[in-house]
């Protein structure tokens, strides 16, 4: 069984930054993508960044692009989300989840393993 666990949310406000972590277990982490994803209260879940494998291969969602920055360090099993210039329609709660695949992208059905999430809130 794989557990992801997301950390780094918290309360910010619009402008500022914040940077979430995800730990993975288990000894596959290199060769699978990793993505994240978010939701709002009474919105649907919302593809936010994707990294293949190996790192080669990147993907963000229209409203993240040129703010958000996905990366991963392999020999941490960890995958990260640093997201600058915030918004208060970022507000959510951020989840982590494992591809099924080495570059699996947007759709949340690539991913067979998700975090508990953690909440991030920007202020206005």
């Known amino acids: 069984q794989v557990q992801l666990v997301e950390s780094g949310g918290g309360l910010v406000q619009a402008g500022g930054s914040l940077r979430l972590s995800c730990v993975s277990s288990g000894r596959t982490f290199r060769r699978l993508a990793m993505g994240w994803f978010r939701q709002a209260r009474g919105k649907e879940r919302e593809f936010v960044a994707a990294?293949?494998?190996?790192?080669?291969?990147?993907y963000y969602g229209d409203s993240v692009k040129g703010r958000f920055t996905i990366s991963r360090a392999n020999a941490k099993n960890t995958v990260y989300l640093q997201m600058n210039s915030l918004k208060p329609e970022d507000t959510a709660s951020y989840y982590c989840a494992r591809g099924r695949q080495y570059s699996s992208r947007w759709d949340a059905h690539e991913y067979d393993y998700w975090g508990q999430g953690t909440q991030v809130t920007v202020s206005s």
């Open positions: 990294i293949s494998g190996n790192g080669g291969y990147i």
